[in-house]
């Protein structure tokens, strides 16, 4: 069975400072998607990531796959306030329709 | 660009009673999610629908059935609703199996 764990589940960090978080998941797959929620709204995609070593940048976020290692991060670079939300990575495979999401991690950039 | 729409936004039912929500989407996509959003467990898949007409279970069906009317919409009916079914309930589509995700608004469901 698909199982995604993501750590930190949650992150408070200073404006300007650099993080990383990281999406494991259990089972071989070949696509991995990140999403962004704020508070009480709905989910919106950042990136979605379809082949190993796939690199993808948008602002002040970049995420990257590393499917040898069933591994994703999503790097914070130069934090604002904006960014402040919780962030989703979810796994699937073209075998089946299943998408499993990890937790979340709710990240709070204080100024 | 309506997107997905989903109904009701809000709804309170007491234990034992019956309802449906329901899912529209207007881009053409052939899969379909129902999911479960409770606070610190992400979001759980409860049925997806890769075509019309076909329907499969997820991670959490028990308790619910769904119904793929047509290419357009997939509702989800809780036939006798539970206090564990209070959750905020997404509707997703994708255009390809386990693809990118659109989802609704989302609709808030408390159970008493």
């Known amino acids: 069975e698909l199982k995604v764990e993501q750590n930190p589940l949650f992150l408070s960090m200073q404006e300007g400072k650099n993080y990383t978080i990281y999406c494991n998941y259990s089972?071989?797959?070949?696509?991995l998607y990140w999403y962004r929620q704020d508070p009480g709204k709905s989910l919106e995609s950042l990136f979605v990531l379809l082949s190993n070593g796939a690199v993808k940048q948008e602002g002040r976020l970049m995420a990257s796959l590393d499917t040898k290692a069933r591994l994703s991060t999503l790097h914070i670079t130069a934090a604002v306030h904006d960014l402040s939300a919780t962030y989703f990575c979810a796994v699937g495979s073209y075998n089946n329709n299943d998408m499993r999401f990890g937790a979340g991690t709710r990240l709070t950039v204080k100024p | 660009n309506a997107g997905v729409t989903q109904t009701p936004k809000f709804q309170v039912l007491k234990t034992g009673q019956s309802m449906t929500l329901q899912c529209a989407q207007d881009m053409n996509h052939n899969s379909m999610y129902w999911y479960r959003q409770d606070p610190g467990m992400g979001l759980r898949l409860i049925y997806y629908s890769a075509s019309e007409g076909t329907t499969d279970k997820g991670e959490v069906p028990n308790g619910y059935n769904v119904s793929r009317l047509n290419k357009r919409e997939f509702s989800l009916r809780l036939e006798s609703a539970a206090p564990s079914q209070t959750s905020v309930y997404f509707c997703?589509?994708?255009?390809?199996?386990?693809?990118?995700?659109?989802f609704g608004e989302g609709s808030r469901l408390t159970v008493l």
């Open positions: 089972t071989t797959s070949d696509r």
């Open positions: 997703a589509s994708s255009e390809v199996d386990a693809g990118e995700l659109f």
